[in-house]
């Protein structure tokens, strides 16, 4: 999971009705298999996370990458 400052980190429920929960990107860290996340959750809380199989990435800005 490529992400970056401003893009948008959303993790899903793992259960019916559970919230599904939305935090800004602040920073990157780490290498290949080992990133972590600073987030901004949609309350103000700030923390570093290490996102699971759950989570996904919402890219904004820029334009797609073409080969």
């Not at 980190?9 to 860290?29: D, F, N, P, S, T």
């Not at 959750?41 to 996904?56: F, K, L, Q």
Request: net charge positive.
């Amino acid at each position: 999971m490529r992400a970056k400052p401003g893009d948008r980190l959303i993790i899903k429920g793992h259960r019916v009705g559970a919230m599904v929960r939305e935090a800004e990107i602040l920073e990157v860290q780490g290498g290949k298999g080992n990133l972590r996340y600073l987030v901004r959750w949609s309350d103000g809380h700030e923390a570093w996370i290490y996102p699971g199989s759950d989570a996904v990435v919402e890219h904004f800005g820029g334009r797609p990458k073409t080969k």
